[in-house]
């Protein structure tokens, strides 16, 4: 079973960046594309981004185009988000996840295995 932890969230004036990470351990691979997601307290989780296995291809919401880099390191385990241009807007949990199989990269139904999230908060 994988296990997912995030960190590098916390507290940004608008305009700055932040760099989160996602370190992985148990039965994640080169095969499974690893996706961002974003959550507020009371609604669904919305799609931020994702890179495939080998981090050939990444995929990003737009209001993050631009502004947002997915990277990944499978040597280690770890996924990145970085985070430029922050807007208040931004302001979330946000969380990463392992997709099996083919199914619609940008859904949440997609991602079995999430980690806990962590905060990310933009002040005006």
């Known amino acids: 079973q994988v296990r997912l932890i995030e960190s590098g969230g916390g507290l940004v004036q608008a305009g700055g960046s932040l760099a989160l990470s996602c370190a992985a351990s148990?039965?994640?691979?080169?095969?499974?594309?690893m996706g961002w997601f974003r959550q507020a307290p009371g609604k669904e989780r919305a799609f931020v981004g994702a890179i495939s296995g080998r981090g050939h291809t990444t995929y990003y919401t737009d209001s993050v185009k631009g502004r947002f880099t997915i990277s990944r390191d499978n040597a280690n385990n770890t996924t990145f988000l970085q985070m430029n241009s922050l807007k208040p807007e931004d302001t979330d949990i946000y969380s990463c996840?392992?997709?099996?199989?083919?199914?619609?990269?940008?859904?949440?139904?997609?991602?079995?295995?999430w980690g806990p999230g962590t905060q990310v908060t933009v002040a005006a």
């Open positions: 148990g039965g994640t691979s080169d095969r499974y594309t």
């Open positions: 996840a392992v997709r099996y199989g083919k199914r619609p990269i940008t859904s949440n139904d997609s991602y079995p295995s």
